[in-house]
């Protein structure tokens, strides 16, 4: 799957610096981050709805085709801010056997 992510975010890349009236990619740039978050947060709440009907439905193609709308919006962002899915694969890595608690309590109070 890391090679699917690595391909895309190549793409991701290449296309920040193309002109916006050819590329997805480099409108979402040239329209700004606040663009870009609002994107991601449209698309999360595609996904949160696609999964609410999911639960209810023998059709799980919907929220498979969300959460992949979401990823690629993620990754886009990421991208602006010069930030990679690696950053997250390693903060994941990190938390690999630890509790969700003992996790979050780790954090401390001041951090979400």
Do not use: W
């Not at 609410?52 to 801010?81: G, I, Q």
């Amino acid at each position: 799957m890391s090679d699917v992510l690595n391909d895309l975010e190549q793409i991701i890349q290449e296309r920040l610096s193309a002109a916006p009236e050819e590329s997805y990619v480099a409108s979402l740039q040239a329209a700004g981050l606040n663009k870009i978050l609002e994107k991601v947060g449209e698309e999360s709440f595609e996904v949160v709805l696609a999964a609410r009907d999911c639960e209810t439905s023998e059709n799980k193609t919907t929220v498979v085709k969300e959460t992949a709308d979401l990823l690629f919006h993620t990754l886009v962002m990421l991208a602006h801010l010069g930030l990679s899915h690696r950053d997250v694969l390693d903060v994941l890595a990190q938390r690999q056997g630890l509790s969700g608690i003992a996790e979050k309590a780790s954090r401390g109070k001041n951090r979400p």
